[in-house]
């Protein structure tokens, strides 16, 4: 029993050493074969192409007028196809660069409704604190601010603690914000 394991295991390592020898001249026989059919194809395409650079003017390369036209469809009909792929990818890229544009967009649209959401909210704030505060301690810090800020404050308050804080202000100072308050009532409508 031994004695034919022993047996089997020289066949199959015969075997390894047969399949690497077979494979290795394969591949040498491989590597000269391919200039050789890199010549046979520069020679099987100067037969079958009219020669335009004058150095095969030995060769009989004549085309019939069918051939050549037909040879000229084929080479238009390839630069045609070519050129399809590379709109194809273009079109691709620019899909993708569409689409991040829009990501990008949506996501500024979001950014924006959160702040205008927030400044809300601040605006609200503030406008409770000046209500709870005396009419003149309130103008004397609404003075400090510029006037679409004051406006944006004053809308939001209860419209008697507006009037009262208004009513301390400086007459030129209280007739500005006021057309501003107006002005920004009819664009919210």
Known sequence: MKRLIGSLFKLIFLFIVILGIVFGVAYKFRTKTVPL????????????????????AGLDTVLTAEEEIALQIQQRNSELDIRDLSLDSLEQALQIRRDSIDIARQALTDLQTRLTQQEDANLDQLAKFYENMKAQ?????????????????????????????????????????????????????
Do not use: C
Request: hydrophobic share 40%; net charge neutral; no cysteine.
């Open 37 to 56: 059919e890199n010549f046979v194809r520069q020679n099987v395409m100067s037969l079958i192409m009219p020669d335009t650079t004058g150095m095969g």
């Open 137 to 189: 301690e309130a103008s004397d810090i609404l003075l400090q601010l510029d006037d679409q800020t004051v406006v944006e404050i004053l809308s939001k308050m209860k419209a008697r603690e507006a009037a009262k804080i208004i009513e301390v202000l400086d007459p030129v100072r209280a007739a500005d914000i006021i057309k501003r308050y107006k002005r920004m009532k009819k664009s919210d409508q």
